[in-house]
C-alpha cells in the first residue's frame, strides 16, 4: 500500500478549493462540487501512484498541471 504524502494532498485541496471559488467555474459543478472533489481525490491518488512507480516525486508544475487538466477536462473550469 502506498503512502500518500499528506502534506502535498492538502496543499492540492486547497488549491482545489480556491479553484471551486472561481465565478467561472460552471453552477451546476458547484452544486455537486462534493462529487467532484471526491473525483479529483481519486485521480490524484492515481497520479501519485504513477509517480511512485516511475520513482520521481511530483513537482510543483506537474500538480499544478494535473489541477488544471483535471478542470479542463471535466468541462468545469471554462477557459
Known amino acids: 500500500m502506498i503512502q500518500i504524502n499528506q502534506e502535498d494532498f492538502q496543499n492540492e485541496k486547497k488549491i482545489i478549493q480556491v479553484m471551486a471559488n472561481f465565478t467561472n467555474i460552471k453552477p451546476e459543478i458547484k452544486r455537486h462540487n462534493q462529487d467532484v472533489m471526491s473525483l479529483f481525490e481519486n485521480q ?4 501519485i501512484w504513477q509517480a511512485h512507480i ?11 498541471s494535473l489541477v488544471k487538466d483535471f478542470w479542463k477536462k471535466y468541462y468545469i473550469y471554462e477557459v
Not at 490524484?44 to 497520479?47: D, M, S
Not at 516511475?54 to 499544478?64: C, D, V
Open 44 to 47: 490524484l491518488k492515481n497520479a
Open 54 to 64: 516511475r520513482g520521481k516525486a511530483f513537482s510543483n508544475n506537474e500538480y499544478y
